[in-house]
């Protein structure tokens, strides 16, 4: 995963280093705090691996604490921290390594270590362009906005919507947060990344601050194929499916507990098994009652909780299928992981899926109860037509990767710094007091910001 990005696909930009990225790498600092990493890690240390490789004229990385402004992250740290995240043998080493590194980033950043290093960058470099890849602090733009005031032109990528559109999928609170960092997005962005059409179609209201919209480009995320895993969690010998996701609402976990509780009530020990990959999250209480008090599911429904990347793709390509009926997704990664492992999926039909996986998977609407059980068994039968034809469709499936989503970023980065070339500012500004200066904002202590 992380460790294979850097040799594939990362590479500077084509432009003689005219242009200088600033990467905010803040939460993959935090990546050591987690077995195994979400969507966005995965996002975030791609792009930490592009910028790598990329020259030291070429890219600052930098990172912001939850009380302060952004200081300068040193590249030699990111580096180790990469290294240490990339897993393969002696993963939970590699992990403790990962969260020891990253807590002293994150220790450099609270004590301002750094803030005047970056200072001097944004004063040196007149096309900078500030990345910040995940949604992390987007909804306090205060720290933002003066890196845009000091000469950065600010691109977010735009995971999803999903606590906005769907609050009552989120935790409380989440929602309200969610649409602050919208309106960091539509005040301040130069230009945009998103993962999907869907996300951008959905996004697109929202721009109506600025009276020149800001660039937007769909970059699907890129997926690379992991190496042989030495995790390999024991595989059910019988026929077994697959469900990948957070353990909360919007996964739609209940519906498959029901099916199973029905399996198991009509044929015992002879119905298929499912393994559910991923923790336990939010407001899921029905479900762990049915995973915790349901003496039916016993043995026929097991949590193998996080895996890392090259057991999650093992464990995918013994399956009969993925199963994917959640009621919303901004992207899709594990259908996206499912069918580069050579997995057939039964997924909700949403936009965003369509999008991932074209006509190979089954879709059906996440409500669809009976349907979801009638296709379930079809494909748990060892002669299924169905499944077979899938196959047959997944020969002509290719993963999404970096290598493209990089192309079309790399276009974007080359026109927004164009046009901020031109203007002469980050993005058009929002009217209210003057912002500080770079010599301020390397003097300025953290702890008053």
């Not at 402004?69 to 290294?83: C, D, F, K, N, W």
């Not at 890849?133 to 000469?151: C, F, N, Q, T, Y």
């Not at 353990?247 to 976990?253: T, W």
């Not at 498959?256 to 015992?268: I, N, P, Q, V």
Request: glycine share 10%; with cysteine; aromatic share 6%.
């Amino acid at each position: 995963m992380v460790g294979q990005i850097g040799s594939r696909h990362a590479r500077p930009a084509g432009n003689g280093g005219a242009v200088h990225v600033i990467l905010d790498v803040s939460r993959f600092l935090a990546c050591g705090r987690r077995r195994a990493p979400s969507g966005i890690d995965r996002v975030e240390a791609a792009y930490a691996a592009k910028w790598l490789a990329a020259t030291p004229a070429d890219a600052t990385f930098c990172a912001r604490g939850p009380w302060g402004g952004y200081a300068a992250v040193p590249r030699s740290l990111v580096a180790a921290l990469t290294m240490a995240w990339a897993g393969g043998p002696g993963a939970e080493a590699s992990r403790q390594s990962a969260l020891r590194l990253g807590r002293l980033a994150l220790l450099r950043v609270a004590v301002a270590r750094g803030r005047a290093r970056l200072a001097n960058v944004m004063a040196r470099e007149r096309r900078s362009l500030f990345l910040l890849v995940s949604h992390r602090l987007m909804e306090k733009p205060e720290p933002i906005d003066e890196l845009r005031a000091a000469g950065a032109a600010f691109i977010p990528l735009v995971h999803d919507l999903i606590p906005a559109t769907h609050p009552e999928y989120a935790r409380p609170g989440v929602a309200m947060q969610h649409l602050r960092r919208l309106e960091t997005v539509a005040s301040l962005a130069a230009g945009i990344i998103v993962n999907s059409a869907a996300t951008g179609a959905v996004l697109q209201p929202h721009l109506v601050r600025q009276a020149d919209p800001p660039d937007l480009v769909v970059a699907p995320l890129g997926i690379e194929m992991p190496a042989p895993a030495a995790d390999v969690p024991a595989m059910p010998a019988e026929p077994y499916f697959v469900s990948i996701g957070t353990i909360e609402p919007r996964k739609n976990h209940l519906l498959l507990l029901h099916l199973w509780r029905d399996f198991a009530a009509k044929w015992g020990p002879a119905a298929p098994r499912l393994v559910l990959v991923g923790r336990r999250g939010w407001e899921n209480e029905n479900v762990l009652d049915l995973l915790e008090r349901c003496t039916l599911l016993r043995g026929l429904v097991s949590e193998a909780g996080s895996l890392s990347d090259p057991a999650v793709a093992a464990l995918l390509a013994g399956s009969r299928a993925l199963l994917f009926p959640s009621f919303a997704e901004g992207y899709g990664l594990p259908l996206a992981e499912a069918l580069a492992a050579g997995a057939p999926a039964i997924c909700s039909d949403l936009p965003a899926l369509r999008e991932v996986g074209g006509d190979i998977p089954e879709y059906l609407d996440p409500l669809d109860g009976s349907g979801w059980r009638r296709m379930v068994l079809d494909y748990a039968g060892p002669d299924s037509r169905a499944r077979a034809a899938q196959l047959a469709r997944l020969r002509g499936w290719s993963a999404p990767g970096w290598n493209d989503h990089f192309d079309a970023v790399d276009g974007m980065l080359t026109r927004v710094a164009a046009r901020h070339a031109a203007l002469g500012s980050g993005a058009p500004r929002r009217a209210g007091p003057a912002a500080p200066s770079p010599e301020r904002l390397a003097a300025q202590p953290a702890a008053l910001r």
